[in-house]
């Protein structure tokens, strides 16, 4: 399977914490993007790391990507309760997107 | 600028029936991918379209079928339904692989 996989499984922190997971691919890829999904609704894109970046920021937004190890990992500074929902990172291969399993981000006020 | 739109966005069935849903994806858009999302499996590719052409197909049975129309409009279809195949399908749509716009997804319920 392409798929990547999230850990942890699942987060819980507080409102101003910040928020790090990562994610572990199996395969070279050419880009990682990280994707965010509120409960039961559509995914919605986040940000995306070419795989000669080693970092890059989006607003509170902070991913890296390590090539060398396949591992990639997005950190939320300043974490708000409408963060709180579930992170995919998703990385191609053979034309197409493999998600990864999720982060399930909880943020408590 | 619109949005993907899924229609219907949620439909029960029965075992053994046939369950087509539908996707609008963003104009200019050609391209449109189809997922399938369970808990226990999370999110599968199934298949992606590109100008009427279906250019990949995830590992899904043959009962998994869908097209694509000349409008960028996309069809997917899940024949002889299974307890198995309720899930989340979701389709998203893009220009180029490296940003996908998902609807809202369609919630098929197999009783």
Known sequence: ?109 | KAGVTQTPRYLIKTRGQQVTLSCSPISGHRSVSWYQQTPGQGLQFLFEYFSETQRNKGNFPGRFSGRQFSNSRSEMNVSTLELGDSALYLCASSLYLWELFFGEGSRLTVL
């Open chain 1, 1 to 109: 399977s392409q798929q990547g996989e999230e850990d942890p499984q699942a987060l819980s922190i507080q409102e101003g914490e910040n928020a790090t997971m990562n994610c572990s691919y199996k395969t070279s890829i050419n880009n990682l993007q990280w994707y965010r999904q509120n409960s039961g609704r559509g995914l919605v894109h986040l940000i995306l790391i070419r795989s000669n970046e080693r970092e890059k920021h989006s607003g509170r937004l902070r991913v890296t990507l390590d090539t060398s190890k396949k591992s990639s990992s997005l950190l939320i500074t300043a974490s708000r309760a409408a963060d709180t929902a579930s992170y995919f990172c998703a990385t191609d291969a053979r034309n197409n997107l493999f998600f990864g399993t999720g982060t399930r981000l909880t943020v408590t006020p």
